[in-house]
């Protein structure tokens, strides 16, 4: 070291020598090589490993992203290598640029050859070109100028935008190429000028039209000052040009303004940091800036429902379509459909969260109000009687109503597959195709047409179908209608009624004729009654008497049965004998089963109880179970056997009506007593008439079981309950009316009013010959003589009576002898021969009594007393 210090001053003082000199710059050359070779290096090596950084972190990032863009971090890395490969080959060239300087540097010593200047001249120029070829590959515009704007470089970019070439814009002014007064060009650089001589940088926007040009170019500009010896020579300016970019920008705003839905932006913290007008007055705000102040979980009107629409957006790129309800500023609430993203950073975090909302409130409640017209609709087709069809245009079935299972027992799926008139009777079938395409071609607005169609259990159903066309929007016919109801029970009750009226018109005819029989069976079996209680008859004249009575007896028991069946009382209930109900009802039928060989097994059981009930109610379950047992034997043979049984199982009676006829088949005994429903062939019934006698007995109080019998035929039994045992009655008949009838009515006077000989002379010798005075009138002037000349006990006075060919009602008359009677009023009979259906309205003081036609004179008698004996504990006196 002192040796080194002291050689110091030494060099410093001796004059310094070329070759030193040489040497020195030559180390120092060197050095600076050596320095820039690592900085180079380090900063390639640093380049590299921060884009390696960069791919390794932002990897998991964009593979999130909605887009695939795996390679774009390999790509980023490759371009850095290549860029660094690139400034490595330049540092290279100007090293070899730097050594020729050197050797230049030693020319005093060793002139450079021409050979090295070539090689120096040809450095240079390449140097030059690559420098060159580096700006002009730039897409952005470059440029380098003085202070005072005159050009010194200027990249290929600049040169196309201009439309000047290269060696033009050189040592020009940059005010040469800009509009004069357009833009901001000029007026930025003068502006910006002072704060960038102190910073020695500038960044911004610049708006500039260029001579040439229609529209104005919007740059982002870089300028960064140009030193020497540290002070500013020049400006080099990097500017990109975002026109496009502005456009866009404008035509986003615009759209983003100008949009019907709903645009926001929000943060992850439920900050709202811009929304369009649109949103503001779908949300009820006064302005965006009021809206703005609100939180993003303020306007939901469930909070669970915004975290879990943010929860859904952090788990995939978007949703789409997803319904929410947000609350409006007046607190009514909006249904909104939202669509959102999240934007995320290199790392993958969430920067902020956007979207569209779309009001679908009005929608939604035209949708509630759509259902409800169609819930409607479906409701009221459900429940409409008829049965709802809807034909294409190709005759294919488009909708089929629930009503199809209940009228032809298709289930909607099987009838949908069907061809139109698969199911339609063949006589039917063409009027029904023909009608059709008449509705379909428009040649008709609305038709009806009944048309057999065949249930899915194979009888044939009778629809009355209405037709009406199917129209489109544009009212062009596309299908048609058809609305069908089942008019086979109807028709069947029109047949029905048919045969009512029928049976009514035939009851009228038999009431007519029991009316004019009756009175000559009266007298026959008076007559008769009187001959064989006469005295000096032979037992052969006795025989013939009683079979002349017995049969006149039974003709007037099928007289009554007619006529009650034709023309039946009202209802009323009384205890009845089974056993004579029964034979009463085969009396009815009993030349029809004489006639088709049936033989009835009946026997009779003394020791029933009664049934309470209604008798011809009763006779008519009967008799249509008897009729229907002989229905049944014709159809399978020519004679058979029908057999009545009545037994007693506890309190219930049981009568059963069995025959070896055809029997019930197994599918019919569920709906045999179903209204209508019939198993006969078409005109053999009405399918009423064991609905009418299930009703019948269910109205005493019973049931009616039907079954086939394994042998062959059928069975039908009923139910009924046992009348209550009756207590006896404490007669309260006077002492006289004990006494006989000969001796009871002996003295009495009877006045008798009936326009038939044959009966005022059976009442004139059968009553008188009892001991009674007996006077017969045929008119009522002739009954009113009588009354004037004395006085009577009864009046026996027929219901129907005829004067001078009118008919005259016999309560009129009697009402008139009555009131004409002098002293005592007589007790009033009235004598006729249609139903008696208890008490009629009094005629006079005392309330009528009925004598059924046919009688005989032992009833006229009995009658007689019991009258008189009601009469005298009357009047008796009290004790």
């Known amino acids: ?51 390696l950084a960069y791919a390794w972190t932002s990897w998991d990032a964009v593979r999130s992203l909605a887009h695939h863009y795996e390679a774009l971090p390999i790509g980023f890395v ?26 230049m540097e030693h020319r005093d010593e060793a002139p450079p050859s021409d050979k090295q200047l070539d090689q120096l001249f040809a450095i240079i120029s390449k140097s030059q070109q690559g420098y060159r070829d580096l700006i002009d590959s730039f897409d952005d515009v470059l440029l380098a100028m003085t202070l005072d704007g005159q050009i010194r470089a200027a990249n290929r970019s600049f040169s196309d935008l201009v439309g000047t070439p290269f060696q033009e814009i050189i040592g020009r002014p940059i005010t040469d190429f800009l509009q004069e007064g357009a833009g901001e060009g000029a007026d930025v650089l003068r502006r910006a000028m002072p704060r960038f001589k102190e910073r020695r940088q500038w960044s911004g926007v610049v708006q500039v039209r260029l001579k040439g040009q229609g529209t104005p170019f919007f740059f982002d500009c870089v300028a960064h000052a140009m030193l020497r010896d540290n002070e500013i020579h020049g400006i080099t300016i990097l500017g990109r040009d975002v026109s496009a970019l502005r456009k866009n920008e404008a035509r986003f705003t615009e759209l983003f303004e100008s949009l019907q839905e709903g645009i926001y932006i929000t943060t992850s ?8 007008p649109a949103l503001v007055r779908m949300l009820g705000y006064e302005s965006k ?27 995939q790129p978007m949703i789409q379509g997803k319904e929410i ?50 819930e409607f609709a479906r409701r009221l087709v459900d429940s409409f009687p008829d049965l709802i069809l809807v034909l294409d245009a190709a005759a294919h079935y488009t909708f089929v109503s629930p009503r199809c299972k209940e009228v032809l027992g298709y289930e909607i799926e099987d009838a949908q597959r069907m061809e139109f008139g698969g199911r339609t009777h063949p006589e039917d079938l063409p009027s029904a195709l023909a009608l059709y395409q008449d509705i379909l071609a428009g040649r008709q607005v609305f038709a009806s047409l009944e048309i057999r169609v065949r249930h899915k259990q194979g009888e044939w159903r009778r629809i009355r179908f209405n037709f009406s066309p199917l129209s489109d929007e544009k009212g062009n016919i596309e299908g048609v209608v058809l609305s069908g109801r089942d008019v ?30 009756n009175n000559p069976l009266t007298a026959i079996l008076g007559v008769t009654e009187l001959l064989r209680e006469r005295e000096g008859a032979d037992d052969s004249t006795k025989r013939q008497l009683e079979l002349t009575h017995r049969q006149a007896r039974r003709a007037a028991r099928i007289v009554q049965n007619l006529l009650e069946f034709s023309r039946p009382a009202s209802p009323q209930k009384r205890p009845l004998d089974l056993d004579n109900l029964l034979e009463r009802t085969l009396q009815l039928q009993e030349h029809s089963l004489r006639r088709n060989n049936i033989e009835v097994e009946f026997h009779r059981q003394p020791d029933l109880p009664g049934v309470v009930g209604d008798a011809n109610q009763l006779i008519q379950v009967f008799l249509n179970l008897i009729t229907n047992a002989e ?36 599918e019919a005994l569920p709906r045999i007593f179903d209204p209508f429903y019939t198993t006969k062939r078409p005109g053999g019934g009405t399918g009423l008439g064991l609905s009418i006698c299930m009703s019948i007995i269910r109205e005493h109080g019973g049931n009616i079981e039907a079954e086939t019998l394994p042998g062959g035929g059928s069975a039908f039994t009923i139910c009924l309950p046992s009348a209550p045992a009756e207590q006896a009655e404490t007669s309260s008949a006077p002492p006289e009316a004990m006494r006989p009838a000969a001796e009871f009515l002996k003295g009495r006077g009877v006045l008798v009013l009936d326009d038939e000989e044959s009966l005022r002379m059976l009442l004139q010798e059968g009553l008188a010959v009892h001991g009674l005075r007996v006077d ?102 009290t004790r």
Request: aromatic share 4%; hydrophobic share 40%.
């Open 631 to 666: 229905q049944a034997i014709r159809e399978v043979r020519d004679s058979g056997r029908i057999q009545i049984r009545a037994g007693r199982s506890g309190n219930q009676l049981k009568i059963s009506v069995q025959d070896d006829g055809v029997g019930i088949r197994p």
């Open 269 to 276: 913290d439920g900050t709202i940091v811009d929304v369009n």
């Open 78 to 103: 490759v371009l850095i290598v290549l860029f660094g490969l690139y400034m490595w080959r330049k540092t290279q060239e100007i090293s070899e640029l730097r050594g020729l300087m050197r050797g």
């Open 776 to 877: 017969c009138a045929a008119t009522i002037d002739e009954a009113l003589t009588y009354l004037e000349r004395g006085s009577y006990d009864v009046l026996l006075c027929d219901l129907h009576l005829s004067a001078g060919g009118y008919s005259v009602d016999g309560r009129e008359a009697a009402a008139r002898l009555v009131q004409a009677a002098v002293g005592p009023k007589p007790a009033l009979i009235f004598m006729t021969g249609d139903l008696v259906e208890g008490n009629a309205e009094s005629a006079g003081d005392a309330d009528p009594v009925w004598l059924q036609k046919p009688f005989r004179v032992s009833d006229v008698l009995a009658l007689l007393r019991d009258v008189l004996s009601d009469a005298s504990a009357a009047t008796r006196p």
């Open 1 to 51: 070291m002192p040796e080194k210090n002291q050689r110091a001053p030494q060099a410093v003082g001796r004059p310094v020598q070329p070759a030193d000199k040489h040497a020195v710059i030559s180390a120092r050359f060197e050095q600076f090589e050596k320095r820039q070779r690592e900085l180079w290096l380090m900063a390639i090596t640093v380049i590299i490993l921060l884009g």
């Open 488 to 517: 086979t029970d109807l028709k069947r009750l029109e047949e029905q009624l048919i045969q009512a009226e029928k049976l009514a018109a035939m009851g009228q005819m038999l009431a007519g004729v029991a009316h004019e029989l």
């Open 289 to 315: 800036e009021e809206l703005l102040k609100r939180r993003v979980p303020e306007i939901f009107v469930d909070r669970a429902e915004r975290k879990s629409i943010k929860d859904e957006v952090d788990r």
């Open 325 to 374: 309800t947000l609350i409006r500023k007046d607190g009514t609430s909006i249904v909104c459909l939202n669509t959102a993203a999240a934007v995320r950073d290199n790392a993958g975090r969430v920067l902020r969260y956007q979207g569209a909302l779309m009001d679908i409130t009005e929608r939604r409640e035209m949708e509630r109000r759509l259902h409800q017209q169609q």
